[in-house]
């Protein structure tokens, strides 16, 4: 590993889709693949409640995808039935002390413009960041662009985020 090249401090949980938590799953009963604590009462609950509103919300912005590319709004209902719909959350530790007057709640989402610069993500108070990832960028001939992303914590506090990741099922082909 290059010297020069600090670690990740970043610590996550990381759990995937689970029909069980799905109202229109196809098959209730498929088995999950996440591994959960078993000595921690409602982490598994709470957190899929939270996933299931976010998986029907993506199912939503889905639709709003397909107009947004012409194409009749439910294009892509076939492709979401059965979802890649991972979730993660993760702790970033506090690193280091910003000036006061530079404290604009946790931030620290950047994203890399056409132009090779960091721009900062500036959080939105009850709002979402959507991010395009390679995969829809392909699957739509790049209409839509992915983002080169990173997180640096410099709010002097800990920072934590809750990312849902959300993509076409596997075996349906893109075409
Ligand atoms: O913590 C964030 O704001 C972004 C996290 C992220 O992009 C990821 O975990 O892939
Ligand atoms: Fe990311």
Redesign the pocket.
Known sequence: MDANIKPDLSEAFNWAYDAAYDPEAVDKNEPSISIWPSDFPGFKDELYAYHTQLLQFARRMTRIFALALHMPEDHFDEYVKHPEAGM?I?HYPQQEAAPVDQNDGTG??EVLNKSGYWVKAKPVPDAFVV?IADCFMRQTNDFFVSTV?R?INKSGRERY?L?FFFGFVKPMAAD
């Open positions: 993660r993760i620290g989402l991010n992303h997180v985020s990312p």
